[in-house]
């Protein structure tokens, strides 16, 4: 059974930094692209980040783009978002999600149950 | 960016009810790559549709897509109570993945 677990999240002041982590289990994570996406409150999804299967090509949203950081270890079958510099507006659930391809077909077939951020003062 | 607009914003239908659920792409999605996935308050969005009209695994046959260049469709036959959820659509034929703003299937 594939399961996808995300945590790192919390309450930060604008500005700060926070890691988001997802442990992946239940498939070989290094066979597929990974991605982040996330929801604001009371708003639809709206995608973050991607990462094909060898970190050789990785997107961004605009919104996040020279902020955060997508990174993965496969030897760990974990996955990574750094976001640094961040704002209020970056308050939402942030959900891990994998790929069916390594190359980053765009879809997301499963899904974690997410982790909340909070950015505020 | 390809804007997908989703319409209705909200349904209230019955069990045994069918319904249909459209999105509308901003410009064509390259390849009908068109995806559809259903989220439940507190619980991980599920992917229900790819490729426009693909079942993704395990998803009953109550749920059909259907569609191509900038307009689908999610058609739900036969309603039941798991299926009242919101529903979102997604187009990942530009290397900007965007989504609609979701419809929101509850129960009357």
């Known amino acids: 059974e594939v399961q996808l677990v995300e945590s790192g999240g919390g309450l930060v002041q604008p500005g700060r930094s926070l890691r988001l982590s997802c442990a992946a289990s239940?498939?070989?994570?290094?066979?597929?692209?990974m991605h982040w996406v996330r929801q604001r409150p009371g708003k639809g999804l709206e995608w973050v980040s991607s990462?094909?299967?060898?970190?050789?090509?990785?997107a961004y949203a605009d919104s996040v783009k020279a902020r955060f950081t997508i990174s993965r270890d496969n030897a760990k079958n974990s996955l990574y978002l750094q976001m640094n510099s961040l704002r209020p507006e970056d308050t939402a659930f942030y959900y891990c999600?994998?790929?069916?391809?390594?190359?980053?077909?765009?879809?997301?077939?499963?899904w974690g149950q997410g982790t909340l951020v909070t950015v505020s003062s | 960016e390809i804007v997908l607009t989703q319409s209705p914003g909200t349904l209230s239908l019955s069990l045994g009810e069918s319904v249909t659920l459209s999105c509308r792409a901003s410009?064509?999605?390259?390849?009908?790559?068109l995806a559809w996935y259903q989220h439940k308050p507190g619980q991980a969005p599920r992917l229900l549709i790819y490729?426009?009209?693909r079942r993704a695994t395990d998803i009953p046959d109550r749920f059909s897509g259907s569609g191509s260049g900038s307009d689908f469709t999610l058609t739900i036959s036969r309603l039941e109570p798991e299926d009242f959820a919101v529903y979102y659509c997604?187009?990942?034929?530009?290397?900007?993945?965007?989504f609609g703003p979701g419809t929101k299937v509850d129960i009357k």
């Open positions: 999600a994998k790929d069916p391809s390594g190359s980053s077909l765009g879809v997301f077939d499963y």
């Open positions: 239940g498939f070989t994570f290094d066979d597929y692209a």
């Open positions: 990462i094909t299967w060898e970190s050789r090509n990785i």
């Open positions: 410009q064509s999605v390259s390849s009908d790559y």
């Open positions: 490729g426009a009209s």
């Open positions: 997604q187009q990942y034929g530009s290397s900007r993945f965007t």
